[in-house]
Structure formats: structure tokens, C-alpha cells
């Protein structure tokens, strides 16, 4: 059962140019949202996170936009550069109780940016 | 440097043959989990570790072991593997996530890169 949902699978974008990848969740106790970034060869890093208590976060180039009554949330990338191309996870976790600490994942969006 | 080291990077073995991918941080972490990451299926979740000598099943255990004798060290074990085990597999470490740490992202290892023939 896909609990986190992702799309879209790719995106290529033009240099400078908004790149938005989208999440829906089903399970509304889900209280932590972040954002993990993979490079090639590499393991996912964790990029920005959200509570559900607030609508937007940004840090530099990349916001966060959470709509809590459709149960969806995004990652817009502003200004979008060639480093950034990646892949992009999204996850949602639980409240304390069980598997405290289980992120779980959306399927990935590779992210290409031509110069 | 604050890390999690996964080795091998690279492993191809035959179908029955146990291996093991061993993961070890340097941060203190208490939980440590192991994840598979399949083209279109994202990073599912095989075992996770809340602390010492406490493991649990995650998403898709079937065919995977795991210990926590230390706390640094999270070996992933597979007891006789099929070609459906070929894939690439990450550990990851964090400190407990509750009240106001929670947000304490994953740190993840460079990854192992299974092939099962």
C-alpha cells in the first residue's frame, strides 16, 4: 500500500526555471514532512521538513507548500540549476508510539536541469 | 566526520549464498534502519533498531536478518539470497525522533549496490 505518492516520476527543466514535484499522503497522524536529495552514487540527504502546523517553508532556493486539508504537499525549487539535478524523495512520518522514527517514502521524481 | 559507512559498495554473489552488508555511525544514534531502493518503488523499509538488542520488521523484512549488539553497528544479513534481493540498499541512522527533536533527518551511508545471479 503507497501511503506517500509522488509525481511526477521525471522532470526536466530549463535552467533558471521552477521545478515542482508533488506528494498526497493518506494517513492524516502523519505529523513530520521532509524532503530528501540524492546525487548519483550517493545516499539521500535530507534537504527541508515540515510540520503540519504551518503552510509554507522556505530555505534559499527551496520551499515547501502544504495544504493540510487536501492532504498534499510539494517542493517547488526556485531559480533551478544544473547542480540540482537529482533525485528528489518525499516521506512522511508518524507521532512518538511504534516505529517511532519509520519515514516513509514516495517513489522518487529524477529531476534533470538543462544549462 | 559525522557518517554512516556501509560496506561492501559493491557486491555480486550466487543465489544461496549468505552474505552479509555490515553499517556502522559514528554519531551516537540510537535508531538505525535498512532500506531497499527499487526503480519506481522508492526506499522501503526492510528492519529497523530503536536501540540495542531491539530490532523490528519493517515494509519488507521476507528474507533479511538483522542484529544490534552495538550501538554503532547495524548488520544486514542475508541467510541464503535470490535474485529478487538484487538491488541497492541503504543503511541510515538518527537520534530517537520525539517531542522537539523530531525533524532530526536520517543520516544515510553511500549505499551497497547488490547483485544476486
Known amino acids: 500500500q503507497q501511503q506517500v505518492k509522488q509525481s511526477p516520476q521525471s522532470l526536466i527543466v530549463q535552467k533558471g526555471g521552477i521545478s515542482i514535484i508533488n506528494c498526497a499522503y493518506e494517513?492524516?497522524?502523519?505529523?513530520?514532512f521532509p524532503w530528501y536529495q540524492q546525487f548519483p552514487g550517493k545516499g539521500p540527504a535530507l534537504l527541508i521538513a515540515?510540520?503540519?502546523?504551518?503552510s509554507e517553508k522556505k530555505e534559499g532556493r527551496f520551499t515547501i507548500s502544504f495544504n493540510k486539508s487536501a492532504k498534499q504537499f510539494s517542493l517547488h525549487i526556485m531559480d533551478s540549476q544544473p547542480g540540482d539535478s537529482a533525485t528528489y524523495f518525499c516521506?512522511?512520518?508518524?507521532?512518538?508510539?511504534?516505529?517511532?522514527?519509520?519515514?516513509?517514502f514516495g517513489t522518487g521524481t529524477l529531476l534533470a536541469v538543462q544549462p | 566526520e559525522a557518517q554512516v559507512t556501509q560496506n561492501p559498495r559493491y557486491l555480486i554473489t550466487v543465489t544461496g549464498k549468505k552474505l552479509t552488508v555490515t553499517c556502522s555511525q559514528n554519531?551516537?544514534?540510537?535508531?538505525m534502519s535498512w532500506y531497499r531502493q527499487d526503480p519506481g518503488l522508492g526506499l522501503r523499509q526492510i528492519y529497523y533498531?530503536?536501540?540495542?538488542?531491539?530490532?523490528d520488521k519493517g515494509d519488507v523484512p521476507e528474507g533479511y536478518k538483522v542484529s544490534r549488539k552495538e550501538k554503532r553497528n547495524f548488520p544486514l544479513i542475508l541467510e541464503s539470497p535470490s535474485p529478487n534481493q538484487t538491488s541497492l540498499y541503504f543503511c541510515?541512522?538518527?537520534?530517537?525522533?520525539?517531542?522537539?527533536?523530531?525533524?532530526?533527518?536520517?543520516?544515510f551511508g553511500s549505499g551497497t549496490r547488490l547483485t544476486v545471479v
Open positions: 533498531s530503536m536501540n540495542v538488542e531491539v530490532t
Open positions: 516521506a512522511a512520518s508518524k507521532p512518538y508510539g511504534g516505529a517511532t522514527n519509520k519515514l516513509i
Open positions: 554519531m551516537n544514534h540510537e535508531y
Open positions: 515540515i510540520r503540519p502546523d504551518v
Open positions: 541510515a541512522s538518527s537520534f530517537r525522533q520525539t517531542g522537539d527533536l523530531k525533524g532530526y533527518g536520517y543520516t
Open positions: 494517513n492524516t497522524a502523519f505529523d513530520y
